[in-house]
């Protein structure tokens, strides 16, 4: 399974950007996505955990974006997007989408496994 994000940039304090990703397999397997998440990673600082949302749809933030950011999913399309408005300077980092998928091979080999995106920088200006 392989993870493709979209959207960052760069944006005013008080803007808003939408971040987007996509998960994709092989053609000759089936999978399957469970939890979706969105991570960052500031220059200097740890990677953390912003958004998640599993496959039954509920939500948790971290207490930094509650009330600013909106994590949302698309089961069908195998997408996961992030709102952010009310940016703030703090914001700026990179983005990562990540899914734990289970993938089902023609050969009956099941996979179990975690994938990341390749990080999408989002910059907010003062």
């Known amino acids: 399974v392989q993870l493709q994000a979209s959207g960052g940039g760069v944006v005013q304090a008080g803007g808003s950007l939408r971040l987007s990703c996509a998960a994709s397999?092989?053609?000759?397997?089936?999978?399957?996505?469970?939890?979706m998440n969105w991570h960052r990673q500031a220059p200097g600082k740890q990677r953390e955990l912003v958004a998640s949302i599993p496959r039954d749809g509920i939500t948790n933030y971290a207490d930094s974006v509650k009330g600013r950011f909106t994590i949302s999913r698309d089961n069908a399309k195998n997408t996961v997007d992030l709102q952010m408005n009310s940016l703030k300077p703090d914001d700026t980092a990179v983005y990562y989408c990540?899914?734990?998928?289970?993938?089902?091979?023609?050969?009956?080999?099941?996979?179990?496994?975690?994938?990341w995106g390749q990080g999408t920088q989002v910059t907010v200006s003062s």
């Open positions: 397999g092989s053609r000759f397997a089936k999978f399957s996505i469970n939890a």
């Open positions: 990540e899914a734990d998928y289970v993938e089902n091979s023609p050969t009956g080999t099941v996979q179990v496994g975690r994938a």
